[in-house]
């Protein structure tokens, strides 16, 4: 199985755990990931305003080289993810933004939302198989009590995503379970981390953050996992006395002893 | 001032008439305590024709984006697209961007990632 890869800005700087880890466990799953030539960064928000077109076209390039490849496209990023998808779910039903992107793209074969967009969680879940995972794990992560920390891109709004189930999503925790830790459901892992907001109001994203932690905490959980960049700085940096946080790829990695391999 | 109504009906692309004033998206918010208009009154203001007074409110800069409003509202106003609508018509305007680049130097720490300067800006500025 190949995928094209759209890693993203920050997993090539500040997240290259979430990478680098996500490439090697995918490797070592038999699905290869070939990163999209000449990728553009994607905003890192989506454009919620109908009448803008320029923040949507470099999610419509990548869409689009994905299609010419053959190839469904693979985000590991959170944020990448909820871009690009909402911009293809727009590029299939929105036929003003359609036409408009088409006609300052100009490519040979123009874009209409051919090419699924899958998270990498997506291709653990859906084409790899939970099951096969848990047989692939080497070093089971046996007595880890491991909370998911959702957060908001990924789930919201369902209806675009498509991703889980909004208000008790489980992707995560059948995850963990695959590896063989012990997930921690806790009220708080589909609410928000601060976000960008942490840059103008840090107090705001610490009270937040805290909240967060706290919840996690009385619930059992040892440490939290997350495939968000951003939600991994508010939830260590912002946080009063937090709990340790990694990306999923670092602990799919250790599970299936690629990290040892590399590190040897 | 329907003008200004129909301005941040077409970049929102969401009828602000369709709510019923359940409140579901301000109990919903996670930023309510930061906005001093919450998430049905911004739906209201602009179906009513008060979008100055949102214009100049601090909550347009305090709204996350995390759709929570988007979610749970059962009639499909889409609470955040008029949020958003709102603060485009503010900061399309010549020299009314609320982030400015030679204020990110100062606001870089060693961890902070790419995506939370990239997300202000495209959220703060035009
Ligand atoms: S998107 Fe904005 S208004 Fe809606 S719930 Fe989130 S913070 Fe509140
Ligand atoms: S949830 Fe929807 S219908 Fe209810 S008050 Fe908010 S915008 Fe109106």
Not at chain 1, 27 to 43: D, I, M, T
Not at chain 1, 201 to 213: G, P, T
Request: charged content about 25%; hydrophobic content about 35%.
């Amino acid at each position: 199985m190949t995928f094209s890869y759209f890693p993203g800005c920050t997993l090539k700087t500040k997240a290259q755990d979430l990478d680098r880890w996500g490439r090697a466990a995918a490797k070592a799953l038999g699905f290869e990931l070939q990163e999209l030539p000449e990728w553009q960064c994607c905003g890192a928000v989506y454009p919620l305003a109908k009448d803008e077109i320029a923040t949507k076209l470099s999610s419509v390039r990548a869409l689009a080289a994905s299609r010419d490849l053959g190839q469904e496209l693979v985000t590991l990023c959170s944020a990448c993810h909820h871009v690009i998808k909402r911009v293809n779910g727009d590029m299939q039903n929105d036929k003003d933004i359609q036409t408009k992107v088409n006609n300052y793209l100009r490519l040979e074969t123009p874009y209409t939302g051919q090419t699924s967009v899958l998270h990498y969680l997506e291709v653990l879940r859906d084409r790899v198989g939970f099951d096969e995972i848990a047989k692939r794990v080497k070093h089971p992560l046996t007595g880890r009590k491991i909370g998911a920390y959702y957060g908001c891109l990924l789930l919201r709004p369902s209806k675009e995503m498509g991703f889980d189930d909004p208000e008790n999503p489980s992707i995560i925790e059948d995850f963990l379970r695959a590896l063989g830790a012990e997930p921690v459901v806790y009220a708080m892992r589909n609410e928000y981390c601060g976000g960008y907001v942490t840059i103008e109001n840090k107090s705001y994203a610490a009270k937040q953050v805290d909240r967060i932690m706290e919840n996690a905490r009385a619930c059992g959980a040892q440490m939290l996992v997350t495939a968000c960049p951003l939600c991994l700085y508010n939830l260590s940096v912002n946080a009063t006395d937090g709990l340790p946080v990694q990306y999923f790829t670092q602990l799919l990695a250790e599970a299936l002893g690629v990290k040892e391999e590399e590190d040897a | 001032m329907n003008d200004m109504i129909q301005t941040i009906e077409r970049i929102a692309g969401v009828n602000p008439r369709k709510c019923m004033k359940c409140g579901k998206c301000s109990g919903a918010c996670p930023a309510y305590d930061e906005m001093e208009y919450h998430p049905h009154q911004f739906v209201d203001m602009v179906e009513t024709g008060r979008i100055d007074e949102l214009m100049h409110s601090k909550g347009i800069y305090t709204c996350l984006s995390c759709f929570a409003c988007v979610e749970r509202c059962p009639r499909s106003v889409e609470p955040a697209k008029i949020i958003e609508a709102v603060r485009l018509a503010v900061i399309r305007q010549q020299g009314q961007d609320h982030l400015k680049p030679e204020q990110i130097p100062g606001l870089l720490d060693e961890d902070l990632p790419q995506q939370a300067i990239t997300s202000a800006f495209r959220k703060y500025r035009k």
